[in-house]
């Protein structure tokens, strides 16, 4: 019913910056809230940015400052700035979305940080 589709994944250096995008497609009117975590081996999967119909928005510790999450509600699709990446940044990076009381999960795009 919802489709969650990510792009903008890859290899970069670190220091460097990487753009992600999630659009949203189906059944998806009423999208209150999207958000992205990652998934980096050998741990759970942890939720690093939300932001919400409002604007407004939420950031993990971990990436507060480096991180800048951004949301097009005319085209369904959020995005995840990422500047200043470091090798623990490399993970497995999801989009989620809450549409009324469920959420949904894409499939992920590998972030991988190293030299």
């Known amino acids: 019913q919802v489709q969650l589709v990510e792009s903008g994944g890859g290899l970069v250096q670190p220091g460097g910056s990487l753009r992600l995008s999630c659009a949203a497609s189906?059944?998806?009117?009423?999208?209150?809230?999207m958000g992205w975590g990652r998934q980096a081996p050998g741990k759970q999967r942890e939720l690093i940015a939300a932001i919400t119909s409002g604007g407004n928005t939420n950031y993990a510790d971990a990436v507060k400052g480096r991180f800048t999450i951004s949301r097009d509600n005319g085209k369904n699709t959020v995005y995840l700035q990422m500047n200043g990446l470091k090798p623990e940044d490399t993970a497995v990076y999801y989009c989620?979305?809450?549409?009324?009381?469920?959420?949904?999960w894409g499939q992920g795009t590998q972030v991988t940080v190293s030299s």
């Open positions: 989620n979305v809450r549409v009324t009381t469920t959420g949904y």
């Open positions: 189906g059944k998806i009117f009423g999208i209150v809230a």
